[in-house]
């Protein structure tokens, strides 16, 4: 019996075309796509509430909504632009009664199976959110997974039209905290001045959890602020961003309190700058991030070594992987629909097992469109450097004297998020400075 003819809203432009093209990507022939956005969770207090519903990223760029319980699904037999179809729940009287829910678009969830009834004994590709009852063979599903997530990272101009609100926002954002930044304030009350501002400013929520760590603190690499007073001279690391139509921004700043860094703060703060700005200039077509993060690893252990705190000379110590006692992650990621969006490796590439790269988590070469997160940092933790193995693996390579009187000190990270063009790279987060 052939398919049915379905005839839902025509999508926008810009859905249809990203649909196309991620239809040629996937090269499906007899295979049914069936991406699920999820359901809502509910607390586990057994109340009528649920957690705040995100939809899986995948539904999200395919449908355009952030939609509980709808599915987009694609069948390649009816082509790459009138194969894709969008069905949702119908929204209750209870919905629109107690949260004012309204319709999305879309063809009824309800025609969702015989939709699938006309196309029994095809094969089914399940991406997104689990869908109850149906079952993908797991290599295929991988497979599919892998070409979706790049077809996904060069940003259209639709999205990047959202990260460019998003940072919009952001950059308020650091404006007001940095007007609150003085001695005897907590780094909860700079986090609320920060995050008033992202709403202020078109925001929908925060595109992560807020990072503000002072002193110490801004050695945990994912602080969550607390009651800590700042103190004049601690250094404030802040890692936010604001988040437009699911789109996030994702930026670090390190300042000093009142102002005033010691030569040595401020040795260490030049030093991760240069090699952010180094990097910036390094993101264009065809560069291979894992160079891109060599080299950063390579000059800031090159400054280590002009500060005294490490020994040796620098492109050897980067492959003993020496500087990640310092420099424990990778130079960035991807950033887009979530903060972690289409990272990972390119297709057919296997993880790293060389130590100057080992804790890098994308292994890519850069392509015009790609949204990139340049974010090298230099940290004092405990947890590292007291750790006895790590001490006798490159007792030589540190100046461990100096090491264990810089321990409360905490950490320096400049982050910034760039566009990859065809000419030089555009600085997504250029609004918000990086000086004292």
Not at 13 to 38: S, Y
Not at 179 to 205: C, K, S
Not at 339 to 345: I, L, P, Q
Not at 390 to 415: F, H, P, S
């Amino acid at each position: 019996m052939p398919a049915p003819a379905l005839s839902p809203p025509a999508p926008p432009a810009h859905l249809a075309a990203r649909r196309e093209r991620v239809a040629k990507a996937l090269e499906l022939t007899d295979e049914i796509l069936l991406v699920g956005a999820g359901e809502p969770i509910p607390l586990p207090e057994n109340t009528d509430q649920t957690y705040p519903f995100r939809a899986h990223s995948e539904y999200v760029y395919l449908a355009d909504l952030d939609t509980p319980g709808g599915v987009v699904a694609y069948d390649p037999k009816r082509g790459p632009i009138k194969g894709w179809s969008s069905f949702v729940p119908d929204v209750t009287e209870a919905e629109r009664v107690w949260e004012a829910r309204e319709q999305s678009p879309g063809d009824t969830l309800a025609r969702l199976e015989p939709y699938l009834t006309v196309r029994r004994g095809r094969p089914i590709v399940n991406l997104g959110a689990p869908l109850r009852g149906v079952t993908t063979d797991p290599a295929r599903l991988a497979a599919v997974r892998e070409k979706l997530q790049h077809a996904r990272r060069p940003k259209d101009a639709a999205e990047l039209a959202l990260l460019h609100r998003a940072a919009t926002a952001t950059a308020a954002g650091f404006a007001a905290l940095r007007e609150g930044l003085r001695p005897d304030v907590t780094e909860r009350a700079l986090q609320i001045e920060l995050e008033a501002a992202f709403y202020r400013n078109g925001a929908e929520r925060t595109g992560y959890g807020t990072i503000v760590a002072a002193g110490s603190n801004s050695a945990v690499l994912h602080f969550p602020p607390s009651e800590r007073v700042l103190k004049k001279g601690n250094f404030v690391l802040v890692d936010a961003g604001a988040d437009v139509g699911r789109y996030v921004i994702d930026v670090t700043r390190t300042y000093v309190v009142g102002g005033r860094p010691t030569p040595f703060q401020r040795g260490l703060f030049n030093l991760v700058l240069r090699a952010e700005e180094a990097a910036i200039a390094r993101c264009v077509p065809g560069a291979e991030w894992k160079d891109v993060h060599r080299q950063a690893a390579v000059e800031m252990t090159t400054g280590l070594i002009d500060l005294k705190l490490m020994r040796g000379q620098a492109e050897s110590l980067v492959e003993q992987g020496a500087h990640t006692l310092f420099f424990p992650h990778g130079l960035g990621h991807m950033t887009g629909l979530g903060v972690r969006d289409a990272s990972g490796r390119f297709p057919g590439r296997q993880p790293f097992t060389d130590p100057a790269l080992k804790n890098l988590r994308m292994d890519l070469p850069l392509q015009p469109g790609y949204v990139v997160t340049v974010e090298p940092g230099l940290y004092f933790i405990p947890a590292i450097l007291n750790d006895p193995a790590r001490r006798k693996q490159y007792r030589n390579a540190v100046n461990w004297d100096l090491a264990e009187k810089c321990q409360t000190l905490g950490g320096v990270r400049i982050e910034d998020d760039v566009l990859v063009t065809d000419g030089p790279p555009e600085i997504l987060t250029r609004a918000i400075p990086k000086d004292w």
